[in-house]
């Protein structure tokens, strides 16, 4: 019997219609132990090379991990993955809530889905009993309707609902999914994938606790943690929650504003964490499991742009990408903009930089009246950055089918030159963490398999102190260094937290819980009963990285998709970092470095046979 894993994935042939269980032995559930893992083995052995993303051959992947629905902080979250429709490459885009541990205790670790439905449908998962059901009458709604529409309809009412939106009906490219109306798989387009499969939604029921070597040390660490993380790193997630980087970012002068031409908001405050707690928030919300609360739930009783508690309330990066990135200070248009993003499915990282972006072109002059359908978009006009919202989840117009395929697609379309104006990696959009103010962070977003993403790419601009390395210690990381330092002892601490942030993704875990690596080594020895220990769980980090990454150079990534773009080698104008920034001569030979650290080809950009053969998986290396 397996521990911390029930040992099944639940397969789904949405061509066929046809349901089947799939069997997972003990040595691939520790090989690949679960999210990121289970994704890329997948995608590597099933989906044929030039799968469309769009088409019947990608595969559309749910996983959790050993630790994922277990009543301690951080056992809510899994990781959906597919090939991306916006970067071509991996996606894995991780998500919280109460979907992820529902899934679990509904006694399964992945749900692999392939083919197209010939018409709406959803999976309904009740335990062990599984269907499809039609979802015609689904197909249009927002995802709040949606939701209670399938509880009404299967009679639970604490069925959790994973759902494509809207935006994913229309194939929108910045589509995600999203779950409990206001949780979102947000990044690469998966939303997309999902209703190109006319897969409208997922809902389960489970009534099962998933099996535990060690219940008892597994109920004491979780404990401990509920008693002690205000002492911890996690306790100002407590308070000020994600939104406390916008003044973080500002004093660096990191908060990327006008599109990233700037690094300092002059309506900062009226965007702040102090701001919101003291205005249009009515309560702070969790996850499954976690004493923290750190989400924020707002409302707004206006009558033109209302805001509804239901759809939850913006984060950091939604702050950031439609407030300050497109130089709006108006924090109830920016919930409202969030609310329409959580309604229609869509990523607000992405929809944000790319109006942000399209302001930019039209004030340059590189977008002409044609295309604006006689709309200002002047930054800071909050009516178009909610007009283009509305826009883009339903592809209206010519400028709203245009800007739903994001900044790289939507180039091609404007100007010869607007390109230079993206603010992209591989596609995808850069989150609201400017690599100017951490030259580690840029490495990590560069090299990322998905794309720019600021969750497994490493913030060194807290690893400056000796407290701040702390948990590093274990990884060997021993001494702090500046965030504008590009050494060989940068790349090497790159990769030594790039990879350990990457175990949340395998874990099921949240990264604002400050479970130290040796903590975390002792819940997973207490969920599986193996004898694990820091290092095998970074090694599986790195295991299923660098499966992403064959993944990608199968797909012809190569070292030229590791790159910055050219807004972020401008000189910064304001704040600490003014008149100072990497070249692009002294970045490629800090990434070349850290191919060197990783074990990668400097021609190809992919990880060598010998790598992957000292990974346990150099069967990979055949794909290549």
Known sequence: MSYGHWGKALRVNLTTGEISVQPLDELYLRRYMGGWGFIAHTLLTEAPRGADPLGPDNR???????????????????????????????????VGGYFGAELKRAGWDMIVFEGVSPHPVYLWINDDQVELRAADHLWGLETYDCQQAIRDETGERNARVSQCGIAGERLVLLANIIHDANRAAGRGGLGAVMGSKRLKAVAVRGTQRPPVADEARLRELGAWFRDHYTETGSGVFATLGT??????????????????SQGQFDGFEQISSETMASTITVQRDTCFGCPVRCKWVV???????????????PEYETTGALGACCGIDDLAAIARGNQLCNAY???????????????????????????????PLNFGNTETMLTLIERIAHREGLLGATLANGT????????????????????????????????????????????????????????????GITDLKPLGVLEPLPFDDLSTAKAMMVRKAMLWRVTHNLLGTCMFHAWTPEQTAELIQAATGWNTSVMELWLAAERAYDLARVFNAREGFGPDDDMLPPRLFETPTQGPIAGKVYTREEFVC????????????????????????????????DLL
């Open 60 to 94: 559309l992947i749910y996983a959790t991990g050993p630790l994922t629905g277990q009543a301690l902080a951080g056992g809510g979250r899994h990781m959906i993955g597919a090939r991306s429709p916006l970067t071509g490459g991996f996606a894995g885009s991780e």
């Open 243 to 260: 939104m406390r980087m916008v003044r973080v970012n500002q004093m660096a002068g990191g908060l990327p504003t006008r599109n990233f």
């Open 299 to 313: 409302e707004v009783d206006d009558p033109e742009r209302p805001v509804r508690r239901e759809y939850g309330g």
């Open 345 to 375: 499915g869509l990523d607000t990282i992405g929809v944000g930089v790319t109006i942000a972006w399209a302001m930019e072109l039209y004030e340059r002059g590189l977008i002409t009246d044609e295309y604006t359908d006689e709309l």
């Open 408 to 467: 790289r697609w939507a180039a091609r379309t404007f100007a010869h030159n607007s390109l230079d104006y993206a603010v992209q990696i591989k596609g995808q959009e850069v989150a609201m963490h400017d690599p100017r103010v951490k030259y580690g962070h840029g490495l990590g977003i560069a090299v990322s398999p998905t794309g720019a993403d600021h969750m497994h790419s490493v913030h060194d601009s807290g690893y400056q102190t000796a407290g």
């Open 590 to 621: 800090a990434r070349d470095t850290l191919y060197a650290l990783m074990g990668w080809d400097p021609a190809t950009a992919a990880p060598t046979r010998a790598k992957l053969e000292d990974l346990g998986v150099g069967w990979a290396a």
